[in-house]
């Protein structure tokens, strides 16, 4: 990489992505030449058991703007922390390995040009499309409903696709207390508290596999985790 810092920092979490991590970089690469300015891509990796990794590493040497981060622990909202830490972009965007959306970048990339700090792909807006199976949209649904309920949540959407100026969002980063399935919604929820100009857009989901995490396995996670952020948040006020 240059000396000089790109104008992106694309930061995405992958863990036992073997089977799509190479096609998802190509075509990432392919769509990226559709936009003018700089950027790196870092692969946050996070405890894979397959040969990710080892892919990963190829990758980055093919790839001057490609980085790979490795944590030995699953986890993605440590991996998503980590990556907006080390990256060197004025601007992050927050994606996923079976999405790559460059639309949503240059869409995001508009309205932080026009004054948004940090800008949320919302799936459940009206415009959204969202082609998830029906129980993970519900799950959606649920989880809004309690971080409106238990944290004064007045957004659609937490998890998923995000954009934001790095600058200042990393005081709000370094107040998340939570890692894994919550940390995306709580950096959503502080940055709202903080008072950044947060806006949401909406998104086209059409995934490329099942995740790679079964959702009833993350529920226990996450139940804990909106407790502790309404101890910390709602009751402590940090």
């Known amino acids: 990489m240059s000396q000089t810092s790109p104008k992106v920092s694309i930061i995405i979490p992958i863990y036992n992505e073997e089977g799509i991590l190479q096609s998802s970089v190509a075509g990432l690469y392919e769509s990226l030449e559709e936009v003018d300015w700089s950027f790196e891509i870092i692969l946050s990796e996070n405890g894979s058991k397959d040969g990710t990794v080892e892919l990963a590493r190829k990758l980055q040497e093919r790839h001057p703007e490609l980085r790979l981060i490795h944590s030995d622990e699953p986890d993605y909202g440590k991996a998503l922390r980590r990556g907006i830490l080390e990256a060197n972009g004025e601007i992050v965007m927050c994606d996923e390995i079976d999405l790559c959306d460059v639309d949503f970048y240059k869409r995001a990339m508009v309205e932080l040009e026009g004054g948004a700090d940090f800008v949320v792909g919302s799936k459940v ?114």
Not at 147 to 162: W, Y
Not at 180 to 195: C, T
């Open 125 to 238: 807006l009206d415009r959204s499309l969202d082609k998830r199976p029906a129980y993970r949209r519900s799950a959606t649904l649920v989880i809004n409903f309690l971080l409106r309920v238990f944290l004064n949540f007045r957004g659609t959407d937490t998890h998923g696709l995000k954009a934001f100026k790095r600058e200042r969002v990393l005081s709000v980063v370094n107040k998340c207390v939570v890692n894994r399935d919550l940390f995306a919604s709580e950096l959503v929820i502080r940055a709202g508290r903080m008072r950044l100009n947060v806006v949401e857009i909406p998104v086209q989901v059409i995934e490329k596999r099942a995740p790679s995490i079964g959702l009833f396995r993350r529920v226990p996670n996450v139940l804990k985790g909106i407790a502790r952020l309404t101890w910390v948040i709602r009751i402590r006020n940090r």
